[in-house]
């Protein structure tokens, strides 16, 4: 199935460290989504992104919606031990049969060395 | 308010069997939709309901099949099970068509 690109696909960081990953698409999104995923759970919302250039913090995170559409990033500023697990961004169409359907990265892996 | 939740968490299956896992959706939300997610991969869609009507479907084989009840609520079938359908499905309700997404923690499905 369709996925996007998301890098990079692991990352180890020390405690303290800003962290950055991004994810590109060859398609066109109305929405990007950001999740993060713990062993065994299902993803947790962390942003949501709904306009070409818009750029959203969430406490420590930070997201911005590509001006092209096709791409997105998250930053993670001054991370912590909990901020492990794997994240992942979405892209979300909205005409058509594309409506409603979450198209996502494979994920990255964050790890933090205490 | 209770979240997205799903039954059961973890089931073991025979190939060729057949498989039904429950979705409640968050209170107020009339969208859900399944999502399978593979080891080491992101979640791939396989269809939204909305309204108690399929409102699109991913590339997935007609032997997986859904409902949505009244209340919102949703199963996913899935027949004939294969060895290749063992993966974590995810169950996500919104509060209408295009808004964010809510997971439930999933149903682990291992098939032998």
């Known amino acids: 199935g369709q996925q996007l690109n998301q890098s990079p696909q692991s990352m180890f960081i020390q405690e303290g460290e800003d962290v950055s990953m991004n994810c590109t698409s060859s398609?066109?999104?109305?929405?990007w989504l950001w999740y993060k995923q713990d062993p065994g759970e299902g993803p947790v919302l962390l942003i949501a992104l709904y306009k070409a250039g818009e750029l959203t913090s969430n406490g420590r995170l930070t997201a911005q919606f590509g001006i092209t559409r096709k791409d997105s990033f998250l930053n993670i500023s001054a991370s912590i031990p909990s901020d492990v697990g794997i994240y992942f961004c979405a892209g979300q169409g909205i005409y058509g049969g594309s409506q409603g359907n979450l198209i996502f990265g494979k994920g990255t892996k964050l790890s933090v060395k205490p | 308010e209770t979240g997205v939740t799903q039954s059961p968490t973890h089931l073991i299956k025979t190939r060729g069997q057949q498989v039904t896992l429950r979705c409640s959706s968050q209170s107020g939300h009339n969208t859900v939709s399944w999502y399978q997610q593979a080891l080491g991969q992101g979640p791939q869609f396989i269809f939204q309901y909305y309204r108690e009507e399929e409102n699109g479907r991913g590339n997935f084989p007609p032997r997986f099949s859904g409902l949505q009840f009244p209340n919102y609520s949703s199963e996913l079938n899935v027949n004939a099970l294969e060895l290749d359908d063992s993966a974590l499905y995810l169950c996500?309700?919104?509060?209408?068509?295009?808004?964010?997404?809510?997971f439930g923690q999933g149903t682990r499905l291992t098939v032998v």
């Open positions: 398609s066109i999104f109305n929405t």
């Open positions: 996500a309700s919104s509060f209408s068509l295009n808004t964010e997404a809510f």
